[in-house]
């Protein structure tokens, strides 16, 4: 008994945590959760970032790529040497109080820095009645293009392996060898004709667009900025959004004053002379990415060319395009 007593006089228990080391530890348990959380809450933000900017990105290149090709293609009419004029035709809603779709008195048009609430004027005087004024970004330019497809519908009598089996009748130039050309509204799916089948017939489809920037993108009130395009489509020209996120588009154009084929000068706001002797344009996107960027301020100014937009002070991220086109088919053939 006394060896046993001796025993447990000798014996050190374990003692449990005093106050002072249990605050202490729940605080340095808080300090690394709030960092873990820091950490989380920044990568999040920056994936966020960086998936806008890509998106940004992504949509600026597939925009730009439509506005260079239309405008490298304005003014193109089946390989028509220019000038070369005909007749226009009627559409059942055109984008004019004249004949404008298919005539080829002016084939590329600006509208320079619509400011609204009146309809769009164009440099050449066109008023386009088929837009809502109130729907078009304030401060930005509109192009207009009127062409025909790069490819044949119908080629020497052979369809095109892409040519549809619609039956809705669009309009297309019919070029024959020996007469002079002419519109004509007709279903795709009859230019597949035996009757058709003809080595000196052409037929190639119209096209006539209107680009603009709409301050929204499918319904009011979405604040989502958007490249879209009056466009001929059947018999009438609609409506259709091509690419979200641009917030403003601004045009210049190289005007060729002594005619040798080199701009000499780059303009925004020209006469229909000025334009006429456009051999170059200069166009400007500005990106903006869908929503908002936690914990971003935009405190930055955007140069569009000749145009320096001010700052706008929110949590949008934005970017700067810009190319030149060389206008390889425009000419003003009545200019």
């Not at 078009?136 to 207009?144: K, R």
């Not at 619609?166 to 050309?181: D, I, K, M, N, Y």
């Not at 900025?225 to 059947?234: D, H, I, K, R, V």
Request: glycine share 6%; with cysteine; aromatic share 8%.
């Amino acid at each position: 008994m006394k060896h046993f007593n001796e025993l447990l006089a000798g014996k050190h228990f374990a003692q449990g945590l005093t106050l002072v080391e249990l605050l202490v530890s729940l605080s340095l348990g808080l300090l690394l959760s709030a960092g873990m959380v820091s950490a989380y809450l920044v990568a999040k933000r920056n994936h966020h970032y960086q998936e806008e900017l890509a998106r940004i990105q992504e949509n600026g290149r597939y925009a730009m790529r439509v506005l260079s090709r239309e405008l490298a293609m304005a003014g193109f009419h089946g390989g028509l040497p220019l000038p070369t004029d005909f007749p226009s035709e009627s559409v059942g809603v055109d984008c004019s109080e004249e004949d404008w779709a298919l005539d080829r008195a002016v084939l590329l048009d600006l509208v320079d820095d619509h400011t609204g609430p009146s309809p769009p004027l164009s440099v050449h005087d066109t008023e386009f009645t088929c837009f809502e004024p109130s729907a078009i970004a304030p401060d930005t330019d509109l192009i207009a293009v009127k062409r025909t497809a790069a490819e044949a519908s119908l080629l020497r009598g052979v369809p095109a392996s892409t040519l549809t089996a619609s039956a809705v009748e669009s309009w297309f130039l019919r070029l024959v060898h020996g007469l002079a050309p002419q519109w004509e509204h007709i279903a795709p799916r009859d230019l597949r004709d035996a009757s058709r089948a003809l080595p000196s017939l052409n037929y190639w489809e119209a096209i006539a667009r209107v680009f603009f920037i709409r301050t929204y993108s499918t319904e009011r009130g979405d604040d989502i900025p958007s490249l879209c395009m009056e466009t001929l489509a059947g018999n009438e020209l609609t409506a259709r959004c091509l690419v979200e996120g641009v917030e403003n588009m601004q045009f210049e154009f190289g005007v060729d004053t002594d005619d040798d084929g080199v701009p000499n000068r780059y303009m925004s706001a020209l006469t229909p002379d000025d334009l006429r002797r456009a051999v170059t344009a200069r166009v400007y996107l500005l990106l903006r990415s869908i929503g908002p960027i936690s914990g971003y301020r935009n405190d930055k100014t955007y140069r569009l060319g000749q145009k320096v937009l001010p700052v706008t002070d929110d949590a949008y991220l934005r970017r700067v395009m810009s190319s030149t086109v060389v206008l390889r088919n425009h000419t003003d053939p009545v200019g």
